[in-house]
């Protein structure tokens, strides 16, 4: 579904991503670690379309993705979570779930005149909202102001946020930092629901190596902007390099 050939993202003489490549299968999870600044969240911000990729291939379902807009993405299956929680948050912690809704007639000048054509379709896109607030335990706290959710449930929003728009593949950014050990467990447990339920794939960034092992199907492990390894966690586990570089052994 993802496949990553050589890309590279330099940040003036800083090769932030150092010529990576990796490959995501449909409906695995695979899991990016490596220590602080070794490049994960530009590698993620590069696929998602934030940044322009400087050499290298992004593909997309066997389609180069690389350079076009992060709208352009998203609008091809692909959504991201951040590793700041990136919410709108003066809004409602519903309104943010209704955001990436595709399609919105009430969106486009000339319906929004006409209350009769946008109103069926906004009443069911809130009804799926609310389920999905209501999957995440957050549906006592659907009309609050995002600023007001504890860490967690920012991160659990923006994770369910991604739903509405109905993505295929998901890029998360350290989906349980801040977060408490036990809520950071059921984001994870969460995130397995997800892929089972809506056929999801996921890349997820993360540094909680004794939640995310439990989850994912591979992994790979970047070190100063490039891949120093990759595969099943039991074998990242035994890998000498990995140890010195990421354990400090
Ligand atoms: N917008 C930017 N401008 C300049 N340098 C940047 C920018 N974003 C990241 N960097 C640098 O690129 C390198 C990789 O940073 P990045 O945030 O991708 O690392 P990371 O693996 O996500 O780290 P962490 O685990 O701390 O989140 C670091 O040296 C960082 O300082
Ligand atoms: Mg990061």
Redesign the pocket.
Known sequence: MLDLRTVRKH?GR?A?VAGVSLRVEAGEIVGLI?P????????LSTIAGAYCPDDGEILLDGQPIGGLAPDQIFARGLARSY?DPSLFFRMSALDNALLPARNQRGERARQALWRGRWWGQERANTAEAAAILHDLKLEARAQAPAADLSGGQMKLLEIGRTLMGEPRLLLLDEPTAGVAPGLAYTIFEEIERMRRLHRLTFLI?E?RLEILFDFVDRLYV?HLGQVIADGKPAEIEKNALVREVYFGE
């Open positions: 940040f800083l932030a490596g602080n600044g070794s490049g994960k969240s530009t590698l590793q960034v540094h970047m």
